[in-house]
């Protein structure tokens, strides 16, 4: 068997399977625009007051929709998302780390050392609080007082 005969064989039987995918996911493709169409259809077609308006889990809205949210969730979920999958990869490693023997516990003890580094980290920066702490702005005296301080170590060097 010659090699270009093999390659334009082997390239139809991979067009072939290629193609077995493709038929598949048009098929699925057609039955939920079919689905989503036929439903529009059959649907009753009597928007009320009621039906228009915002659920919010049974309750009557109040004010706009579009609120914005404090940070403060976004960062604290991304923490938590952050923190619990290095966690699930712990049980893996508690699992196998006998057979590993000394090396493997190394390895975990590196791990569990850079996260609580990292905990460390974030709870020394403030993003564990819930509220944090204003920052206090200078006054005016203060300031005046700094550079006064500044002119006199100046003088002296």
Sequence with gaps: ?????????????????????FVFI?????FVVVAIYVARLLRPKRPTFEKLTTYECGENPEGSPWVKFNIRFY??????LIFDV???????WALVYKEMGIV???????????LAVGMA???KKGDLEWA???????TLEEIKSFDINKEELKTVS
Excluded at 86 to 92: C, F, S
Excluded at 132 to 138: D, Q, S
């Design 104 to 114: 493997g516990y190394l390895i975990g003890a590196i791990f569990l050392i850079l």
């Design 86 to 92: 290095e966690v699930v990869l712990l049980i893996p």
């Design 26 to 30: 048009l098929t699925a493709a057609l």
């Design 121 to 123: 980290y974030e709870w």
């Design 1 to 21: 068997m010659s090699t270009s005969n093999f390659v334009t064989k082997f390239i139809k039987l991979m067009l072939t399977e290629f193609g077995k995918i």
């Design 132 to 138: 944090r702490p204003k920052i206090k702005e200078p």
């Design 75 to 80: 960062v604290v979920a991304l923490i938590f």
